[in-house]
C-alpha cells in the first residue's frame, strides 16, 4: 500500500492524499460507508459503486466472524467476491463490538472473552486469532486488536488498557508477518492509539505505535462520550506524532461537525454508522441543515429532499414513505445521507487542493449542522 500526500492547506493542518491498494485508490480525505455484515445496510451495491462512487468501504470482523462465518468467508474467496464488491475494503477488529459487550465479555491478557448477540456462545477473541479471521475476511486494511476504553474511564484503568492494548498490538504484528494473505493481494495492518482523554497516555500510545512500521495509524477510543473538545484536543495532539507519510483514521467519527474539524487536524479517514442508522430512524442529512422527516411540517412540501444530492424525491413523498412504514423510506433516506457525507469530504478535498478549506469549512458549517 502507497500513500502521496498530494497537497497541505497553508492555513491549517489538512491534508489532500491518495492511498494506492491493490483494489484501486482512495482519494483523502475519505469517508468510509460502514458495511457491517458485507453491506451497507439497505443500500443496493450498484447505489455505493455508481452513485455515491465510494472509494471505500468498512467491514466488521465481529459480526463477520459470527455470520457468515470463517469458512463461508474462505469458500467465497474473501470479503470482495463474497460481496461483489471489488474497491477497496477496511475491517475492524471487533475490538468496538467486544466492548459495547460489556455485559457478556471478559477482557485479559490472553484477550477477550464473549458471547454471541446471536446465540449465546461463547468465544475468544486473542490478538492472533483477530489477524488470522482478517486474513480470511480478506480486506485490503486490516486493524490490531485493541481494547476501547468507555468514558468516564479513570487514569488508572485507562493506562492499564493502553498497555496491554500495546502488548496486545506486538502480538497482532508478530503473526501478521508471520503469515500471508490468502487471496494474493496485499492487506495493510494498521495499529490503533489508545489512551482515553489523558494526554499524556495518548502521546505515551502514540509514540509507542509508530516503533511498528506500519502503513496507517488509527486513533480509537474516541467518539465514546467525551466532550467535543477533549476528541478535538486528543485527535490533534495525536496527528502531531504520528508520521506525515502515512494515512491517519479517526475511528467511528462521526457527525460533519466532527468529520471537518478533524480534517483540519489532519485527520483523513473517517468511518460511522450515522448516515445510515439515522437515515433509517427518519434524520436526513442535507446541504441546507438536518431534517426530521417524520415532523408534519414536510407533509406537503413538494421541493426535493435536496435539489442537488437527492433531487427525484420530493420532501412530501418520502416523509409519506417513512409514515406508511414503505421500506423505500429509509433506503432513500440512508442514500441521501451516504450522499452527503461522500460530498462532504469531497468538497472538503477540493477545497484544500485550492488552499481555500478554512473559508469554505466555515461557511459550510453553518448550514449543515442547523435543524430546519
Known sequence: MN????????????????????????????????????TVKGVHRDFIEKDINAD?????????????GLEIMEKAGG????????RPVLSDSGGYQVYSLSGTR??????????????????????????DIQRTIGADIIMAFDECTPYPCDKPYAEKSMHMTHRWLDRCMKRFHETEPKYGYHQELFP??????????????????????????AIGGLSVGEPHEDMYSMTELVCDILPANKPRYLMGVGTPENILNSIELGVDMFDCVMPTRNGRNGMIFTREGIINIRNKKWADVFEPVDSWLTPEYSLAYLRHLFVAGEMLGPIVASLQNLRFYLWLV?????????????IW??????????KL
Open 192 to 217: 490503533i492509539v489508545q489512551g482515553s482523554v489523558y494526554p499524556d497516555l495518548r502521546k505515551q500510545s502514540a509514540e509507542y505505535v509508530i516503533q511498528h512500521e506500519a502503513g496507517g495509524y
Open 106 to 131: 471478559k477482557i485479559k491478557e490472553e484477550g477477550a472473552t464473549f458471547k454471541s448477540h446471536i446465540d449465546g456462545s461463547s468465544h475468544l477473541f486473542s490478538p492472533e486469532y483477530v489477524m
Open 3 to 38: 500513500f502521496t500526500v498530494q497537497h497541505r492547506d497553508p492555513y491549517s493542518k489538512a491534508r489532500a492524499g491518495v492511498i494506492e491498494t491493490d483494489h484501486g485508490k482512495i482519494q483523502t480525505p475519505i469517508f468510509m460507508p460502514v458495511g457491517t455484515a458485507a
Open 361 to 370: 469549512k466555515k461557511s459550510v458549517l453553518q448550514t449543515v449542522g442547523r
Open 346 to 358: 469531497r468538497e472538503a478535498r477540493k477545497h484544500i487542493l485550492s488552499n481555500e478549506f478554512h
Open 79 to 86: 470479503i470482495h467476491k463474497f460481496s461483489s464488491w471489488n
Open 56 to 68: 471505500i468501504i468498512l467491514g466488521n470482523t465481529y459480526h463477520l466472524y459470527l455470520r457468515p
